[in-house]
């Protein structure tokens, strides 16, 4: 999933406080529902890939502040502090070798030679930059 240019200056902002309190940035989303902006910030421990209630509560209390102070957001907005969860999205290239022989569903930006770029397969780690899928196709 690309990220929009907010979430990218979101991402820029946040992610050395999530590091400075020992987490990792996984993916910063903004949604609008019903003329409410949400910015959901998804955080996880690496060394157990989770994230509690208690780091989501002092990663958010951090943020808070600091987005308070850089204001890259026009207007009020909620921030919702998450784990990835079971269904988590991979952002980085790591985390394609991290889980490895998983099923995944990945989308490509640009199509391939037959058109496809919807795939469905397993994990089977990286090669340099390139993600490495076995499919049934």
């Given amino acids: 999933m690309k990220a929009t240019p907010l979430e990218q200056r979101i991402a820029r902002i946040a992610a050395p406080v999530i ?3 020992g987490f990792s940035l996984v993916q910063v989303k903004i949604r609008s529902e019903g003329g409410v902006q949400s910015v959901q910030i998804m955080a996880e421990n690496p060394a157990t890939k989770r994230l509690g209630i208690d780091d989501c509560t002092k990663i958010s209390k951090a943020l808070s502040a600091v ?3 850089e204001d890259p957001i026009n207007g009020r907005y909620m921030l919702e502090m998450s784990s990835p969860g079971i269904d988590r999205p991979l952002t980085r290239i790591e985390d394609f070798e991290t889980y490895s022989g998983f099923e995944a569903k990945l989308e490509t930006d640009v199509p391939a030679e037959n058109g496809q770029k919807r795939y469905r397969g397993f994990l089977r780690g990286i090669e ?3 993600i490495l899928l076995s499919t049934d196709t």
């Fill in 19 to 21: 590091e400075d309190l």
């Fill in 67 to 69: 987005l308070d102070v």
């Fill in 128 to 130: 340099g930059e390139s």
